[in-house]
């Protein structure tokens, strides 16, 4: 089984590589999603500061404040998105970008040319032409220009629905305007206002539309779909012979249940991986392809069926000019047109930057920034060129946008153990038949054979890894749109039947349908309760709530797509806008508690996309308010109440608080590795360190961590404001800090010296004044001086619980001796060949891979000799290697195992931390530990966040970080926890789930579940690690042994008689039990009283025969 997803490689990819490669897979994208900038080619670890880019935390991401900076919002779109552009090229060496250029190229191309035909039909303003022009322009502009190059761009159904009422609306009249002049100036219009949004930040208010908005219109855009290809059909019962249309609609069945069915192929597990894995690429073009060719056999070919109607090549409809010269337009025309440019702005608003939000949405694993308002202010380029030469405007499109980005996913497997009984539960019974025999524990399911099952299907338990982002693809389908313009391709497309097209749409409306978020809670409704797995989150809320919810959203569609069939369809973009208000002002006001809707609703994109594009909203108005205008309590400090003003408070708050904040931050309990170091070699068997200090960039990299936990938790406008902690001045009565003092010679204490001047920076206020009257402020601007406790491992093991463990040692050589490690071992063999060269004569094995790693990706980082020499390849293949060598290492299946030992003997300290913050009468507010990479793992893995996010079973970065935030909700009761992390340079924390629950978890719960695995004492550690010499160990068992020697000894006699007094006593205690159940009798008959045969008695007569005791019915005793 590879366990390529164990890998965290921040690094573009170098070389090409499927995704279903073994040793040979380059785990080029990251699961964490960076939002600053790109790392250096040469190292994955660490590295805020590049060639390619400025530092991570230097430059503040999101921050656009409406109306205040214009044009900030777009500057911020292309500071953070243009240091990734080169990669944006390289990292389209990639097979996976193949099938999607094939897929994505159909999906686009052929339903444009569908719309294109009801545009002819409705306007004969517009051809084939037109719209494929129109894709490619939009594809090049996007792709090369564009900060969010996997939104998919072309001529959706809502702008043909647009361009035909606006048709309708001005050709009524008896001196009707030229159309496509009258086109341009809306196009202009609506340009200018894309312009004017674009400048004041608007899209700042994507942070409000949620998957409410987003269900709901997909929802209708899928219904669009399966209208449009009713219609393709329905149109051809005129036009054609019954023949025709019957052949149609049996090329539109065939269309698309081949497409289901090269799908549901692809779910399955039959055939090899790579063959299913070609049915879900390809199956689409291929039944597309097939259904074409069938159009073409026997009587199908006599039926003679309607096909794609095609111009000459580059030639618009009507032979007109391509320039539309619509400045000729009558000037009253050109007012008109006015309101006709603001539908249309509103249609784009939201149907793009929807379209941009659904493919980049939370289930996607992507790493670089986005960009909606330099996005939105191409598409006014785009639209304006769209009415300058007489062509459709394009758009994001529905669902091809985010099937884009799923034909770009990089699928791999979490890696399970073979002694994980969950593993197992879940691996299929290859022989179901085959005779089982109860175990010695009972177990009724214990197998006889002995081979191990093989490995499900991998597709099954494949999650999302990567996305390859590149720009690639998307230039690549829309020149191809280009080339369907030439002659012999446009004869090509003229012989695809238009009952194929038909299909197509069916198939793309029924697949989106399928995967919407309406569909699903309509299913969950009819589904038998007792088959729906406990976990599912939809369980927790009451069944009216989910119907009243449901109603909400198929109001807004049923009201949205009934406009549409109507002469007033011109009003459908404003309904679609209109969503977001009823979302935001309406629902919060029905009967739902904030759990309820957190569950029903939630953000489109990932938090990482929202807070790198539309982060901040109103926050500058904070300037115009110091007289205390609209301003309202948000946080309170030891120095008193902070005040804000209203505006950007709300709306510096996630949807979900806009009713009612769901909770507040008591305090926070954070867990930090520590920052880039130089060189550090650790022996294979004993993990005895060499020396090794932290670099300036280390530090650098720890301050500005500081800078952002201080941000968070300390700065009074921050909606995760810690309640009650001192913001300015150092309190030790509320922070403690602590760092390992035997790690990493020196280099986490430093670290945490660095990352404390960050949360507490110098302030004047750090000052004392002296008798005399003069204020003293300590040195370099009042550097406040944090006292850090060090941790020195030979006398408190809880940081460095698995040095001289002994059982951990014995647990790590299983390990070494496991299959899957020998497999792994013999796969790497040829990688690790070809290492010696490079690695100053260290030691070349898979049980050294650590220690590989770091040396390489030290180098990298340091050594441009050295990295000019290492292959591109090299240090991601030896990351992937190390990740399996560490997890396998720092991880048990079960809670209390020995590979857990690293988090184990943290527990206490963290369970401690987290019952002072809740604890009101306790002053504490922040614990801060500074660590090896170590610990983390073993947490991860411990509170089950590697089994649901497998991306994170792997090594940490350098100054990586979990932040767990113990929390107040807003409606009372018991705190929970919060588990956030930031991988290294990643710009944001993300909340991740932990023990498998969905969203916060109760802290008595967390405590529960870890608590009985938790290493306490060094007592229990010697115990534990079956040490009786190291770290205290000796001293302990010497104190156990001189206790047990001190005490006087029972004498013989005595002994004696004790020991004939308890045995008598535990005599008298069994018979007396033996005879209060009714098994022991004396003198009386035990008679049956059962079906059949008399129980025997417990005790018998041996006195009586063998044929005695086996006639009667009862038995003497």
Not at 101 to 112: E, Q, R, T
Not at 497 to 515: K, S
Not at 953 to 971: F, K, N
Not at 1062 to 1075: D, E, T
Request: hydrophobic share 40%; net charge negative.
């Amino acid at each position: 089984m590879s366990n390529d997803i164990l890998t965290r490689n921040r690094q573009a990819p170098a070389s090409p590589s499927d995704r279903e490669g073994s040793h040979k897979l380059l785990r080029s994208y990251s699961l964490d999603r960076s939002a600053a900038q790109p790392v250096n080619e040469k190292s994955n670890q660490g590295n805020v500061v590049s060639s390619a880019a400025p530092s991570t935390f230097t430059s503040t991401p999101g921050r656009s404040p409406f109306l205040f900076g214009i044009g900030s919002g777009i500057l911020q779109d292309v500071r953070a998105r243009l240091p990734w552009y080169w990669s944006d090229w390289k990292d389209a060496y990639n097979y996976r970008v193949i099938p999607s250029i094939v897929l994505i190229f159909f999906a686009n191309v052929l339903p444009g040319i569908a719309f294109s035909l009801d545009l002819i039909e409705r306007t004969n303003q517009y051809g084939v032409a037109e719209v494929l022009l129109s894709s490619f322009m939009a594809a090049f502009i996007f792709s090369i220009f564009g900060a969010q190059p996997l939104c998919i761009a072309g001529v959706t159904g809502p702008i043909t629905v647009l361009n035909q009422t606006i048709y309708d609306i001005t050709q009524r009249g008896s001196n009707p305007p030229n159309y496509l002049h009258f086109v341009g100036w809306v196009y202009l219009w609506g340009a200018i206002l894309h312009w004017i949004t674009a400048a004041l930040n608007f899209c700042n208010f994507l942070k409000y539309v949620t998957l409410f908005s987003c269900d709901t219109f997909g929802f209708y855009v899928a219904w669009v779909y399966l209208q449009y290809g009713i219609q393709v059909i329905t149109r051809q019962f005129s036009s054609s012979s019954p023949e025709s249309y019957l052949t149609s609609i049996i090329l539109a069945l065939l269309m698309l249940t081949a497409s289901f069915l090269f799908q549901a192929l692809s779910r399955t597990s039959l055939f090899h991986r790579h063959v299913r894995r070609f049915f879900a690429d390809y199956g689409m073009p291929i039944s597309l392809v097939a259904a074409s060719g069938m159009a073409y056999w026997g009587r199908f070919n006599r039926a003679n069926p309607e096909t794609l109607l095609t111009g000459g090549a580059f030639t618009p409809a009507g032979g007109r000019e391509w320039l539309v010269r619509f400045w000729d337009l009558e000037g009253k025309w050109v007012g008109i047109a006015l309101p006709f440019g603001v539908v249309l702005w509103v249609l784009f608003f939201f149907d793009h930057n929807v379209s941009s939000l659904i493919a980049q949405g939370s289930q996607f694993p992507l790493r670089k920034p986005p960009g909606f308002h330099y996005d939105f202010f191409l598409l006014g380029i785009t639209t304006f060129i769209a009415g300058l030469l007489g062509i459709p405007a394009p758009n994001g499109l529905i669902p091809q946008a985010p099937i884009h980005t799923t034909s770009l996913l990089v699928m791999g497997r979490p890696f399970k153990s073979k002694d994980d009984p969950e593993e197992r539960e879940r691996e299929p019974d290859p022989d179901p038949d085959r005779t089982r025999t109860p175990s010695r524990d009972g177990d009724n399911d214990a197998e006889v054979e002995g081979e191990p099952e093989p490995d499900p299907s991998p597709l099954v338990h494949e999650v999302p890894v990567g996305v390859v982002e590149q720009r690639v693809s998307n230039l690549a389908q829309g020149s191809l749109c280009l080339v369907l313009l030439s002659g012999p391709f446009l004869h090509v497309l003229g012989l695809i039947p238009r009952g194929v097209l038909a299909g197509l749409f069916w198939y793309m409306g029924l697949d989106a349908l399928i995967g919407n978020g309406i569909t699903q809670k309509i299913l969950f409704l009819f589904r038998d309760r007792k088959l729906i797995s406990k976990s599912e989150p939809l369980n927790r809320v009451r069944k009216s709530r989910i119907v009243m919810f449901l109603a909400v959203q198929l109001f807004g569609f049923g009201a949205t797509f009934a406009i549409t069939q109507t002469i007033a369809a011109i009003g459908f973009p404003v309904l679609i806008f209109l969503l977001v208000p009823l979302r935001t002002l309406v629902v919060p006001s029905l009967p739902f508690t904030q759990e309820e809707l957190s569950i029903l609703d939630g953000p489109t994109a990932s938090a990482f996309t929202m807070e790198s594009g539309p982060r901040y909203l109103l926050t500058e108005l904070s300037d115009l308010s110091a007289s205390g205008f609209w301003q309202i309590h948000v946080c309170r400090s030891s120095h008193g109440p902070y005040k804000e003003p209203l505006v950007a408070h709300l709306l510096a708050l996630p949807l979900s608080d806009m009713a009612a904040s769901d909770s507040h931050v008591l305090g926070v309990v954070l867990l930090v590795r520590h920052g880039d170091r130089q060189g550090f070699y650790q022996d294979p068997d004993t993990y005895t360190a060499s020396q090794t200090a932290i670099t300036p960039l280390g530090n650098q990299q720890e301050y500005q961590l500081g800078q952002l936990l201080r941000s968070l938790y300390i700065n009074q406008s921050s909606p995760s404001c810690i309640q009650g902690i001192s913001t300015g001045l150092f309190n030790s009565n509320q922070v403690t800090v602590s760092a390992d003092a035997g790690g990493e010679g020196g280099v986490i204490v430093d670290s945490a010296n660095s990352l404390v001047q960050g949360l507490f920076p110098a302030t004047s206020s750090y000052n004392t004044t002296l008798a005399n009257g003069t204020t003293i402020v300590a040195p370099l601007g009042g550097y406040q001086y944090v006292p850090v406790q060090t941790v020195e491992p030979n006398e408190d093991v809880s940081l460095e619980g698995w040095t001289d463990c002994n059982t951990f040692n014995d647990a790590t050589e299983a390990f070494y001796n496991s299959s899957i490690f020998q497999q792994k071992q013999k796969d790497a063999a040829s990688f690790l060949s070809q290492l010696p060269q490079y690695l100053d004569g260290r030691s070349v094995s898979l049980t050294n891979m650590w220690n590989i790693f770091d040396f390489m990706n030290v180098n990298s980082i340091h050594n441009a000799s050295f990295a000019s020499r290492l292959p591109p390849t090299f240090l991601a293949q030896a990351r992937d290697l190390a990740n399996f060598h560490e997890y396998g290492v720092f991880s048990s299946p079960q809670i209390d195992g020995i590979g857990n030992i690293a988090a184990r003997t943290m527990l206490p300290g963290i369970i401690e931390g987290m019952q002072n913050i809740a604890n009101a009468s306790n002053p504490t507010k922040l614990v801060y530990t500074a660590i090896a990479y170590k610990p983390f793992l073993s947490l991860f893995n411990m509170t089950r966040v590697a089994e649901t996010y497998p991306q994170l079973a792997g090594i940490v970065d350098y100054s990586a970080a979990v932040a767990l935030e113990v929390r107040q909700p807003a409606t009372g009761g018991k705190p929970v926890v919060r588990f956030n992390f930031k991988n290294g340079t990643d710009a944001e924390f993300e909340t991740y789930n932990l023990l498998g629950a969905s969203g916060d978890v109760d802290m008595q719960t967390f405590i529960d579940t870890l608590a009985p695995a938790a290493v306490n004492t060094t007592e229990q550690w010697c115990t534990v690690c079956s040490n009786q010499v190291d770290r205290g160990c000796a001293a302990y068992f010497s104190a156990s042994s001189s206790s047990a020697t001190s005490h006087e000894r029972i004498s013989p006699v005595g002994a004696g008689f004790l020991g004939a007094g308890l045995s008598g006593a535990v005599a008298m205690i069994a018979v007396g039990l033996l005879m209060w159940a009714g098994v022991l009798a004396f003198g009386s008959r035990v008679r049956g009283r059962g079906k059949g045969k008399a129980e025997r008695p417990v005790v018998m007569d041996h006195a009586r025969s063998e044929s005695e005791r086996s006639v009667g019915s009862a038995e003497k005793v």
